[in-house]
Nanobody
């Protein structure tokens, strides 16, 4: 059973930076991709960023392009989401997802991901 553990959330000021980590354990086979989604109170879970595990291709929501960077450490089975120039509208619970199989066109869909972490709160104050 795959287990994902997120860490690194917290409270930051408007314009600040934060880095989230997602460590995976219990994998039998390599992941197709890992990604981050976020959910604010009363809103649907939305795509933030994803990285294909084999080739390292990265994908971002328009709202975070140029501000967030996703990377991976294959040896540690861990991905990182570096968030810069944070805005109050980035406030949400951030969830890490792991997809055993998928496609480029489905990277933006939560339904592609098979496993999820518990979520980590990111709060950006103004």
């Amino acid at each position: 059973q795959v287990q994902l553990v997120e860490s690194g959330g917290g409270l930051v000021q408007d314009g600040g930076s934060l880095t989230l980590s997602c460590a995976a354990s219990g994998r039998t086979f390599s992941s197709y991709a890992m990604g981050w989604f976020r959910q604010a109170p009363g809103k649907e879970r939305e795509f933030v960023a994803a990285i294909r595990w084999s080739g390292g291709n990265t994908y971002y929501a328009d709202s975070v392009k140029g501000r967030f960077t996703i990377s991976r450490d294959i040896a540690k089975n861990t991905n990182y989401l570096q968030m810069n120039s944070l805005k109050p509208e980035d406030t949400a619970v951030y969830y890490c997802g792991d997809a055993y199989r998928g496609s480029i066109g489905s990277l933006y869909l939560a339904t592609m991901y098979d496993y999820w972490g518990q979520g980590t709160q990111v709060t950006v104050s103004s």
